[in-house]
């Protein structure tokens, strides 16, 4: 094991003299970013965070033309600015992107591109990931948005209600545009959910425990763990309701046993715990910009990380808050009341603490807090409102009014947008050195501000006077056209301020580029000096705010004397620390850029997106091409280190590698694994919870399969042969574990074989009644993963076969098993859950 490092009272460095210049030149040129046309093979955090911000900043423009649209159309009665059916397509393609294109992704692209920074290290510790994550957003966004200008958008709500889009109802392509487009768009949110938490907690600098982490991080982390647990949901949502929709399997039909509510418990589970998704990074934003705007160190630091994890809790309590009127019954609903009014505790302690750090410091009046402050008012009100919408009648009175939909707006256009502008005005400087004009993102500040509160506020009082939510006109005479008006006109002045401040960035960082400083005289860790590679040296953390208590820190490791101040290997490299105290475990090497990522991502969005139009070849071709592009790339990750240790300072080295559970991607499998055990959960919900509206199980009709006993054995030995395997890779019989890996796969393969044969024996028909149809999509899914395995095998193998696997490059083998042994529990929980449920309800 490597020497712990760290650092005396005396302030001892890891290297004691300022490193010579060919070091730095070698790092420069590892980490030489990609010039020209090149750009889209880039994968480094400081050019695909910037270009995953700028996206999704331009899917708010869009989605903010296609609000504006529609308050011209709502600003006087009886008007025919467009039709209902336009209508329809403008409020869904709004909701949907802003929601689905904007908010989460912001969030991420903010994290991509300042996490490195504020920790510490070099780069996320899978950039391709990143870089793939951000070009299947950007494709398959561009794409999805172009269809409100050729009338394909789909028109059912942001929230996508059966039986309003089922085939019946929705028998255009919009609907499937909506399903199989933000399907895999929410993919890519969880690849870059996956990136942040193993980032955050295996790539923090020596000595940033998690109490020393920057309360940016500790929402970065709780955030990607909400998404991990909530976005598969809607995953599974989307999958069922596009079976419906194309193989007629009536998950949420009623007269066939389906049940619309189905959907709506799936499509909130995800949905509000989203509302934190999107605010919990904003608040994290605000935790690092009040403290240095501030000048004074943040009031009740442990308070805020521990408010954010319940915060992160709670929120999954709160998915039936958007079911009050949905006839669930009084214990739902009480339960449901009391998680909605306990969610403002954890909140309000949040908003306490930046108070009180407002109070306790020396303020200064730029734009940055003129956009906090916005933020405070306009969130409490947000959250007042919300508190008023937990109490049961009120919310039997506004439900599905104009009054929600303010609520909504202020908790998430001052909860995230208002931070968002804030985090412009004070990082840009960080991109080529300049400030906005602080005249101008004042004037924008004003704008937005007044603009919001005279677009929004009135909108409470419509709901109140009864003007329903999603109406394309409304009648004179009813008392609504002032509050309709005055909304039109805030609108407006709105989207100038915000407009303004925009243009402003952008002239901004046209200006020549020059040293950014730390015009606000910031604590943390990205205000020092960065260049591609990030910083010179890796630093040594031994406080919560680095840059205040030790003032000589960004010189030190300017200078090279903190750990990592060159290139152990010729490539780019970081620290891998362990995730509580920060020790450093072993070095990091680092893909560069490349291809492969864009020809996956772009083969990952065509196959979605033709399929979409039923171009099923073409699409095939592109799932093919994703999947070759994937597998290419991740067959030059897994290599052995040209030596077995990296020397990382003057006296220390530490292991180029690492095997099992001490691999940081390892526990990436780990995270990949919850995520698909999450939809298989939510699969199997929509299957008990079908079964439980039955009178009788199976209905009449359908029959049983056969006893599984079968396909179990052979799904245990599979698991079996693969733990053999990785036994014998310790022993370095590689034809032995070829041997074990083929039999393994044979085995876990044919028990799917058997399955599905038990099943066509029994003569089930997914169309005939939903029951079917949530037994079939079980047996698809667990199909889906046999596929999996057929390919995990054939590239272990090959690896193998080629020399690529080694014990000191054994990465692909670990991460296999690992999958391996879930899908092996997958298949044992559906051989339950379909043979013996029944049998249990009766019983």
Excluded at 224 to 237: C, D, K, L, N, Q
Excluded at 326 to 353: D, R, W
Excluded at 361 to 381: A, C, E, K, N, Y
Aim: charged share 10%; proline share 7%.
């Amino acid at each position: 094991m490597a020497r712990r490092p760290a650092v005396s009272a005396s302030h001892e460095l890891p290297n004691a003299l300022p490193r010579p210049a060919g070091e730095l030149e070698a790092l420069e040129r590892a980490w030489k970013p990609p010039t020209g046309w090149r750009r889209l093979t880039a994968v480094n955090n400081t050019q695909i965070g910037l270009y995953y911000l700028a996206t999704a900043l331009i899917f708010f423009v869009g989605a903010g033309v296609l609000a504006l649209v529609m308050r011209v159309q709502l600003a006087v009665p009886d008007n025919t600015l467009v039709s209902p059916g336009s209508f329809n397509q403008l409020f869904t393609m709004h909701g949907t992107v802003m929601m689905f294109l904007f908010a989460v992704p912001v969030v991420e692209a903010v994290g991509v591109w300042l996490l490195p920074n504020m920790l510490g290290a070099r780069d996320l510790p899978f950039p391709r990931l990143s870089a793939y994550a951000f070009w299947a957003y950007a494709i398959g966004g561009a794409v999805f948005f172009c269809t409100i200008f050729f009338g394909a958008s789909p028109d059912g709500g942001w929230f996508m209600y059966p039986p309003l889009t089922g085939k019946e109802h929705s028998p255009g392509i919009g609907a499937d545009w909506w399903l199989l487009g933000i399907g895999f768009i929410e993919i890519s949110a969880i690849a870059g959910a996956i990136e942040l938490i193993v980032g955050i907690l295996f790539t923090r600098a020596p000595g940033m425990t998690l109490w020393r982490m920057p309360l940016f991080a500790w929402a970065s982390l709780v955030t990607g763990f909400m998404i991990v647990f909530a976005f598969p949901a809607i995953i599974a949502g989307t999958i069922l309701l596009e079976l419906e929709r194309a193989l007629d399997w009536p998950f949420f039909i009623a007269g066939r046993g389906g049940d619309p509510l189905l959907w709506q418990h799936l499509f909130w589970f995800f949905g509000h715990p989203e509302v934190y998704i999107i605010f919990l990074p904003a608040a994290g934003m605000v935790s690092m910009m009040v403290p240095a705007l501030a000048r004074t160190p943040l009031v009740g630091y442990h308070a805020i990380a521990w408010a954010l994890v319940a915060v992160g809790a709670v929120s999954f309590l709160l998915w039936m808050h958007h079911m009050f009127t949905a006839g669930l019954g009084p214990l739902a609903m009480y339960l449901t009341s009391a998680a909605s009014f306990a969610i403002a505790i954890p909140s309000g302690v949040q908003v306490f603490s930046w108070i009180a750090t407002f109070w306790k410091g020396r303020v200064s009046r730029d734009s940055p807090t003129l956009f906090l402050l916005g933020f405070h008012f306009t969130f409490v009100l947000g959250g007042l409102t919300g508190v008023m919408v937990a109490v049961l009648p009120f919310d039997w009175q506004v439900h599905d009014t104009y009054f929600i939909v303010a609520h909504l707006h202020y908790v998430l256009i001052g909860g995230m947008v208002f931070p968002l502008f804030a985090g412009i005005c004070y990082w840009t400087p960080l991109i080529n050195g300049h400030r906005l004009r602080e005249r101008v993102a004042r004037w924008s500040f004003g704008l937005m501000f007044g603009g919001f509160q005279l677009a929004f506020f009135p909108m409470h009082i419509a709901g109140l006077e009864g003007m329903p939510r999603r109406v394309y006109t409304y009648a004179e005479g009813l008392g609504w056209t002032l509050w309709n008006v005055l909304s039109t006109i805030g609108a407006f002045i709105f989207a100038a301020g915000a407009l303004l401040c925009l243009l402003e960035a952008v002239r901004t960082l046209l200006q020549p580029q020059r040293e950014p400083g730390n015009p606000w005289q910031a604590p943390s860790l990205e205000w020092v000096p960065q260049e591609s590679y990030g910083m010179r040296s890796i630093p040594q953390v031994a406080s919560r705010d680095p840059l205040w208590d030790r003032p000589e820190l960004p010189r030190e490791i300017q200078d090279g004397r903190h750990w990592l101040p060159g290139t152990a290997f010729g490539g780019r490299e970081t620290l891998v620390t362990s995730p509580l105290r920060a020790d450093i475990r072993h070095l990091l090497r680092l893909p560069t850029d490349g291809w492969m990522h864009f020809i996956a991502a772009a083969g990952t969005a065509g196959f979605f997106l033709l399929l979409t139009v039923s171009w099923y070849l073409a699409a095939a071709a592109c799932g093919i091409t994703a999947v070759v592009a994937i597998l290419a790339w991740l067959w030059g990750l897994d290599q052995p280190p040209p030596r077995p240790r990296a020397r990382i300072g003057d006296q220390v080295t530490v292991p180029a590698v690492a095997t099992g559970r001490a691999s940081h991607s390892w526990w990436a499998m780990v995270i990949v694994v919850a995520v698909d055990a999450t939809v298989y959960a939510s699969l199997a919900f929509s299957h008990v919870h079908v079964s439980m509206k039955l009178d009788v199980c199976p209905p009449p009709g359908a029959a049983l399969p056969g006893h599984g006993g079968w396909a179990a054995a052979s799904l245990v030995l599979g698991s079996l042969l693969v733990a053999a395997a990785v036994r014998l890779m310790r022993r370095e019989r590689q034809g032995w574990l070829c041997a074990a890996i083929a039999l393994a796969t044979v085995a876990t393969v044919a028990a799917f074989a058997v399955d599905f044969g038990a099943h066509r024996q029994a003569g089930l028909d997914p169309t005939a009644h939903a029951w079917g149809a949530t037994v079939s999509a079980l047996l698809a899914w667990q199909g889906l993963h046999m596929v999996l395995v057929l390919l995990m095998g054939g590239y272990v193998i090959a690896r193998s076969l080629a020399g690529a696997l080694r014990p000191d490059a054994r990465a692909t083998l670990d991460n296999s098993a690992l999958l391996w042994h879930y899908v092996t529990v997958q298949g044992l929980v559906t051989i339950v859950l379909v043979r013996f449920l029944p049998q249990w309800m009766a019983g």
